[in-house]
C-alpha cells in the first residue's frame, strides 16, 4: 500500500490527488481558503475502488456534500455548492463555498442588578462585532469572553441563558441574540482553609487581606491571594476559590436545591475556600558554575522556612568564586497586614578584583513592600571594610547607612527583558555622628526598557547614573562608590576594572555613567544574535568622566530561567576583545 500527494495551485484554488486504498483516484478542487479545513476532516476513506454503482455513487456524493456543508458552515459559508463529478476516469470532489456570511444585527440582553455603566461596557466590548466574519469558534469565544468578563467582578455566579444566531443564506448575514443573567452581587464571607499542619491559619490570612469578608468579589482577588501564597516558602500548592456549593449555579449552569450562600438582598455573602498543601520546610541546594565576572564558582544553600516553630525563614549559605568569596545569614519574617516584611542578615566577604582586596563585614536591617508594580525597601546596614590596593596604602572604613529604594516593572515577564519597562533607583546616606568615617549621599538611577520590532526583532536599552555626595571617597566603603566593566555594565572591559588608580588597584569613585544600545534577532522560538554598543565610565571628577565605548555581537538562549546570553566585545580603549558570559549548574 502507498499514498503519494501532489499539491498544485491555480489562482485561488488549490488540488490534491490521491492514491489511497480508498479511490483509486480523488481530486479535491477547492479555493485555498477552504481547502485545508475541508481536507483534514472529509472522509475521503470508503469501500475498496471506486463506487461500482449509482447507488454506491449516490450515496457517497450526499455524505461528501452533507459533511462539506456542515464543514464550511462553521468558517461562515452556507450556500455552497459541492459537486462529485467524473473527469478523465477520475473522481473530483469540486467545492465552490459561495459568499461569507458576516455578522449583522447584535442584541446582548444582561438582565440583573449590574450596574449600568459596566453593562454597557461588557455590550461594548463584544468579541464579534457587527461587520465581522462569522466563524462558529470566534462565537463560541466571544460568547464565553462576555461570561468570564461577567463573573470576573460581582457576579461570579452569572450564567448565558440563552444564544441564537439566526442565518440569513441569501443576505450572507447572520443577526446574534444573547441573554445573559448577572445574578445577583457576591462578597466575601468567612475563610476557610484546609490542609494546614505545620504552619497556624493566622498565616495564611497574612497573605490573604485582599478576601477581607464582605468585601466585593474580583476574580483576580483570588488569583493574587494564591499567587502570593504559592510564591511562600510554605506550600507547594495552593488553591483559592468560592465554596462551589454556594454559587447560584453549579458549573453546568444547574441551581442547587439549597444555596449556601447568605443572602443579603440582592447580594450574597460566598464563604471562600483556600485549599493547601505544606511544603517541607528544609532545603538544601548545591549548584556550581562560570562567569566571565568572577571566574567559576561553587555555592551551597540552606533553607528553613519555620525558624522557631514562628514561620521564619532562614536563608544561609556561602559561595566560592575565584575572585570573591562570601557566607551570609538572612532571617525573613512573615508579612504584617500591610504586607510589609522585614528581614535581617549578615555577611562576611573577601575578594581581590583588579588589584582591590577587600575584606568585609555587613549586618543589615531591611522592610520590603509590594505596592501594584512598585518594589519598595528601606533599610539600615552597617559595615566595615578593610581596602588593600596593590601599589597603595591599605585602609579601614566604616559606615552605617540608612537606604531607600524603589523598582518599577512594567513586564508581562519579569525574567525576559525583551519586553517592558524596569526602572531602580536608589538612595543612601551616612554621617560621622553615628559610626561612620565619612559623611556621604549616594544616589543611584538604572534603566532599561526592550522594544519589540514584530515578531523576531528587538532593541534594548540600558543606562545608569550614579552619584556619591561627598567632601572625599576617603572613608567610604567601596559598595557606597562606582565602579564599571563587565558582562552587565560595559562590555569589551573586564569586570570593575572602569574606575579610580591607585597603584595598579581600581578603585570606586563618585560619579557613575553607563549606557548600552542592544538589537537583537531571533532565528527561532530560543535562539537569536545580537549586535550591541556600550559605552560607560567611573571616576572620582565629573570633568575626567571620559566615557569607555565598547561593541560587539553575540548569541541569545531563551533558557527556561530567563534569557542568556554570550558576547564578544571589543573594548575601544584596553584593545582587547573580551568575552563575556555566565553559566550555572544547579544539582
Known sequence: MHKRLQMFALGMVATLFLATPAFAALQLVAPSAVHDLLLSHLPLGGPEGEPQDATARSTLERRLIKEAGGLLATEGYFSPLVELRDIDGGLVLQVEPGLRAHIGSVNIEIRGALAAERRQKLIDDWGLPSAAPFRQAAWVSAKQGLLRELMAVDHAGARLLSSQAEVDVEAARVDLHLVYDAGPRYRYGEIRIVGLQRYPASLVKLYSAP???????????????????????????????????????????????????????????????????????????????????????VEGNFRNADLFGRAWELNTGARIEQLRQSAYADIFLPPDRLQRRVSVGALVEKSDIQGLGIERVAFAAARVQFRGSIEQRLGLNWQHERQSPEGAPSSTNRALTATAGWVWRHAEDPLDASEGIVAQLQLGGATKAVLSDQNFLRTYFRYSQGIPLGKSDGLLFRGELGVTAAPSRQGIPQDYLFRAGGSNSVRGYAYQSLGVQEGSATLGGRYLVTVSAEYTHWLDAKWGIAVFADAGQAADDREVLKLAPGYGAGARWKSPAGPLAIDLAWGQLDKELRLHFSLAVPF
Not at 224 to 236: I, K, M
Open 211 to 297: 478576601l477581607h469578608p464582605g468585601q466585593a468579589f474580583r476574580q483576580e482577588d483570588l488569583l493574587a491571594v494564591q499567587t502570593a501564597l504559592q510564591n511562600t516558602p510554605y506550600f507547594s500548592s495552593v488553591s483559592v476559590e468560592l465554596e462551589r456549593s454556594a454559587l447560584t449555579t453549579d458549573e453546568d449552569g444547574v441551581a442547587p436545591a439549597t444555596p449556601m450562600a447568605e443572602p443579603a438582598g440582592e447580594e450574597l455573602r460566598v464563604p471562600v475556600i483556600i485549599s493547601l498543601r505544606e511544603r517541607a520546610p528544609f532545603r538544601i541546594s548545591l549548584g556550581a558554575g562560570y562567569s566571565s565576572n568572577t571566574g567559576a564558582r
